[in-house]
């Protein structure tokens, strides 16, 4: 079998609105079996994090009633690469099968990594990191760019809703891609993934990698990463894993270890206190500005000092 790995060119690929443009039933081979040593995973995955303990279940499943659902997968160079059912892969490897179900499908290499964001992003049990990790990357291809680059187009949009900077008019199909994106997949608008899902992946390492884990929620995450100090902060998630702590809790903990906060600079407290004191206008009681007088006249005696 000849190679069969080709880039669509981009005037094709802008075109490819959704799977079912790309991936109908009718272009789809009837299901058949393939030796699993003929069936590879792709380099790159959607999904890096699967429950052990789901998946234990599987391979139990798999070693009793075999595979189900069958593989889809794609012919690449003498052997093929699966597009959708890495989990099932992976349990038939464990149970030890030798062939699998497959339906087989001619696909470029964006349209099978298109094809695998989407089936994945529409699975109940993703996490809030793979989900943003795999909108990303979903937008990074049809806009034809990174995700670094994406994110930064994401942040001007919602800079300029804000009023911040000069609505980009060259960049009003940008936009609409990534509006309809994400309409697509059926998660969230862009503004919510700006606000919500963006910040996560700016989290320390050690927190994202247990929030991929599906080991931590998302809020509990936010209250973590306010220490700054690494050793505590490991030590705090740790314990936050292990004793299944509560979000009120780990705040609670975070206060503890956190330093003592600085007292404002004298010269922000002055203004600060003017301010006050002239909008209660506390020159208007006359207890208030007789000890106001005898305050002033404390600080202007040490002015004159000096």
């Known amino acids: 079998m000849s ?15 959704n799977v079912a443009l790309f991936a109908s039933e009718e272009e789809s081979s009837v299901p058949h079996t393939l030796p699993l040593d003929q069936i590879t995973l792709p380099p790159t995955q959607p999904r890096r994090y699967f429950d052990p303990q789901a998946m234990q279940s599987l391979v139990e ?3 009793s009633e075999g595979i189900l659902q069958p593989l889809l997968v794609r012919p690449v160079g003498e052997k093929y690469e699966v597009i959708a059912g890495e989990r099932r892969y992976r349990a038939a490897q464990e149970a030890e099968l030798t062939e699998v179900p497959v339906t087989v499908r001619e696909m470029t290499d964006d349209q099978a990594v298109q094809y695998a964001l989407i089936e994945n992003l529409q699975r109940e049990d993703l996490n809030p990191v793979e989900e943003t ?16 680059e994406v994110s930064s187009k994401l942040y001007r949009m919602e800079n ?11 960049g009003k199909e940008e936009t609409e891609t990534i509006e309809q994106v994400l309409a697509s997949v059926g998660r969230m608008n862009w503004q919510s993934f700006v606000r919500t899902r963006l910040p996560l992946l700016k989290l320390p390492a050690d927190i994202l990698d247990a929030l991929r884990s599906g080991h931590l929620e998302y809020t509990k995450a936010k209250a ?23 979000l009120s809790q780990i705040k609670e903990r975070v206060k503890a270890v ?49």
């Open 160 to 170: 300029e809703a804000k009023g911040k900077v000069t609505r980009n008019v060259s």
């Open 224 to 246: 973590l990463a306010q220490i700054k100090d690494e050793a505590e902060r490991k030590k705090l998630l740790e314990d936050a894993i292990a004793s299944s702590l509560s």
């Open 3 to 17: 190679p069969r790995r080709r880039t669509q060119p981009p005037a094709e690929r802008s075109k490819l609105k």
């Open 133 to 148: 990790e795999g909108l990303l990357n979903l937008l990074a291809l049809r806009l034809e760019c990174d995700t670094n």
């Open 258 to 306: 956190q330093p003592p906060t600085e007292s404002p600079p004298l010269a922000t407290r002055m203004t600060t206190t003017y301010q006050l004191a002239k909008k209660q206008k506390v020159w208007d009681d006359p207890k208030k500005r007789k000890k106001l007088e005898s305050l002033l006249s404390q600080i202007e005696a040490l002015l004159s000092k000096e």
């Open 61 to 63: 499943s798999v070693k």
